[in-house]
């Protein structure tokens, strides 16, 4: 379900697109720091059996590399599992009148596959370690696996196999959430924008907004409405 105004159900349906907005100008103030922050807490303790320093070096810098990318290449969408939240009508529809459009989810996921992440929001600190964990530990494996079954330099393997480590931190980061927000049920579709899309702004009561428009061609996956209580 995705919870918005009458006006932006008209905007939806007229253009057949969804607004991703940036990052930074999300509902959590935490929204760029949170994850970077569990990824810290993580980096040690998957450190201490490591080992080689190369490797050990290139967790430790993991953070600051991830932190000096560019944060306005990613835009976000916001749905969640709950069909009825007057929690959720309070926080995104004025006076509680909107909508909350309900997305048909395996039309949803189709549409995310071609160039776009579709995740779950996780909130639970505990499993976000053991996500983050994994992550990591999965990927110090296969460094050490190459470098045991290739000949070569140490350095040269982390140096190639980094990129791929950095990806797949800036995809999942975005996907954690502090518990506080867990009322939610977040799901996010997550778009990297490369520099071919046209960035657009909108007004807030602050500020402008950017954001990018995700267009679904002619028929949007759209299964039904739900109505807010005023």
């Known amino acids: 379900y995705h919870y918005t105004t009458i006006s932006g159900l008209l905007g939806i349906l007229d253009s057949c697109r969804l607004w991703a907005t940036h990052t930074q100008f999300l509902n959590d103030p935490l929204e760029i720091t949170y ?15 490591v080992y080689f320093s190369e490797i050990r070096e290139a967790l430790t810098s993991l953070p600051d590399v991830l932190g000096a990318l560019p944060s306005a290449s990613s835009y976000i969408t916001c749905f969640t599992e709950i069909p009825d939240s007057l929690v959720l009508w309070n926080m995104y529809t004025p006076d509680s009148s909107g909508v909350a459009i309900e997305f048909d989810s395996v039309r949803l996921f189709a549409f995310a596959r071609k160039a ?8 639970e600190p505990s499993a976000q370690l053991s996500l983050i964990e994994g992550h990591l530990r999965s990927w110090v494996k296969i460094v050490e696996d190459s470098y045991a079954s290739h000949s070569g330099r140490l350095s040269t393997i982390i140096k190639m196999m980094v990129p791929e480590l950095i990806a797949r931190m800036y ?8 518990p506080a ?8 579709l997550i778009a990297y924008v490369t520099g071919n899309e046209r960035v657009l702004f909108r007004a807030s009561a602050a500020n402008l907004v950017p954001y990018v428009e995700l267009g679904f061609g002619s028929k949007l996956p759209i299964s039904g409405l739900v109505i807010g209580p005023n």
């Open 35 to 49: 994850g970077s922050e569990v990824l810290r807490s993580c980096i040690s303790k998957v450190m201490a059996p």
């Open 116 to 123: 776009y992440v579709l995740t779950r929001v996780c909130y």
């Open 171 to 178: 995809c999942f980061l975005p996907s954690l959430k502090a």
């Open 181 to 188: 927000y867990s009322h939610e049920q977040e799901w996010r």
